[in-house]
């Protein structure tokens, strides 16, 4: 089969079209912005790309058009397939029918902690040789990819709650058609298509009516809106996490430590790199799912210990004269409050935290959660802010005015440059410089420790990493 896929580059789409090669059939795509790394990983895979959505695509002839849903009504590529009555289907829609068929899937759905918790899933699947497939929105370092296919009939995927595409208005998790499913958390997010917290929890009721009946769902014990989804109508068994009481509990108490209770069983303990309360959650999570289909605890808890988290989540991205810049891929209050409480308790006392944040999001650009962000950031001693005015990334509201609580903790910068100068003359040995945008934030990262190197060495301090 050929399929040409409509906004290739995406994570979602991209991976896709690399599965889709895996499984023998030719692909070409195009997109508005063909660049790296996805276009090198497209382009490494034999998959040819065209810029743009010229009509002019059409003489491709593939057999199926694969739209993502990130083109709408009016795209000139688009206006063309339907003119000229040619077969299409969504990516979600392609890759269930074409992939998942036959297979175990297990999903991961929530509004934070699934690209962690599905990458944490397959890597003790892996580590149990079960060899699983996977599809996940970022890409986990114990794998380097962020999608593969093998002949295993266990399949790992991100369940993203945003729509499918022009024509189909559902989240696209209810087309994996899920056996095993993790429900972390629900909050409201994505305001750009969903009116209220409502809405969502009528699409993770859709999900949860795809589950068989010898299936299993897997919920957050602690989230009320989870709850309120389940009180909808379950038809499959569940067992929760999290709580004093649930089926899967962290006896560990805090820190570096998860002990993993399961019932009446003694708690198995150990120590990892990860930090947070939210990552203790994620692991009991990824445990229950992989029990499931047969793992024992003690060889998830094994699989686990050499978990290396998925990139651009607080990950860092290097070290100058004792300063450590990470990438975190913070795209909602509720992500960054988790993401700093978590650091700051790994801390010692006296290092300070510098948040360096980007409000891009679809819904943090509509400025629907702005009153919500200084309290996000209150384990911060430092906030500088990218909340340009005017020009192509000029948020249509005041991030100053909404940080204004922070008082001088916090300021606003127009330029990226200006932004990485007033960063850098702030930092001092034993910070920690959280980088937070769910986009590539102008190159800031690489930025901010090329002008640390420079600043500290020409002070005529040493340098560090």
């Not at 906004?7 to 660049?35: E, N, P």
């Not at 969903?194 to 068989?212: C, W």
């Not at 607080?314 to 975190?328: F, Q």
Request: glycine content about 10%.
């Amino acid at each position: 089969m050929h399929i040409h896929v409509v906004g290739i580059c995406g994570t979602f789409m991209g991976s896709l079209a690399l599965l889709a090669r895996s499984a023998g059939h030719q692909v070409t795509g195009c997109d508005a912005q063909v660049y790296p790394p996805m276009s090198t990983q497209l382009e490494a895979a034999g998959i040819e790309l065209v810029e743009g959505y010229s009509s002019e695509q059409l003489a491709l002839a593939p057999d199926v058009w694969v739209i993502g849903n990130v083109v709408s009504r009016g795209n000139p590529l688009i206006e063309a397939i339907l003119n000229a009555g040619r077969p299409y289907t969504s990516g979600p829609q392609w890759v269930s029918e074409n992939i998942l068929q036959g297979r175990w899937v297990m999903a991961v759905a929530g509004t934070h902690g699934k690209t962690t918790t599905a990458s944490m899933l397959a890597w003790i699947l892996e580590s149990c040789d079960y060899e699983p497939s996977f599809l996940i929105g970022g890409v986990p370092r114990n794998f380097g990819v962020s999608a593969r296919l093998t002949p295993s009939n266990f399949f790992v995927i991100e369940g993203d709650e945003y729509d499918t595409a022009f024509f189909d208005k559902r989240s696209k998790f209810v087309h994996y058609r899920a056996r095993t499913l993790v429900l972390n958390n629900l909050e409201f997010d994505h305001a750009d298509i969903f009116p209220d917290l409502a809405a969502i929890e009528t699409q993770f009721h859709h999900l949860v009516r795809t589950v068989p009946e010898d299936g299993l769902i897997i919920v957050n014990a602690n989230d009320a809106a989870l709850a309120s989804v389940l009180a909808r109508g379950v038809y499959t068994p569940v067992e929760d996490f999290g709580g004093p009481h649930s089926d899967w509990r962290d006896a560990s108490g805090g820190g570096q430590v998860v002990s993993v209770a399961h019932g009446g069983a003694a708690p198995i303990s150990f120590e990892w790199s990860l930090l947070g309360h939210h990552n203790r959650m994620n692991a009991l999570a990824a445990i229950a799912a992989a029990r499931h289909v047969g793992v024992r605890t003690t060889d998830a808890v094994e699989a686990l210990k050499n978990f290396k988290s998925v990139k651009r989540r607080m990950e860092v991205r290097g070290k100058v004269a004792g300063i450590t810049v990470y990438d975190d891929f913070a795209h909602h209050p509720s992500a960054i409050a988790t993401t700093l409480s978590g650091l700051r308790a790994s801390l010692p006392a006296g290092d300070r935290i510098i948040a360096v944040l980007e409000p891009r999001s679809n819904t943090m650009k509509l400025g629907v959660m702005a009153a919500r962000l200084p309290e996000s950031l209150a384990d911060a001693d430092l906030v500088f802010g990218y909340g340009a005015t005017s020009g192509k990334d000029a948020l249509g509201w005041d991030l100053a005015a909404a940080l204004s609580p922070l008082g001088e903790r916090a300021s606003v910068h127009q330029s990226i440059d200006s932004l990485v100068f007033a960063t850098t003359q702030a930092s001092r040995a034993h910070d920690h410089v959280v980088v937070m945008s769910n986009g590539s934030f102008g190159g800031v990262h690489d930025r901010l420790l090329k002008a640390l190197k420079l600043a500290k060495t020409s002070s005529g301090r040493s340098i560090d990493g």
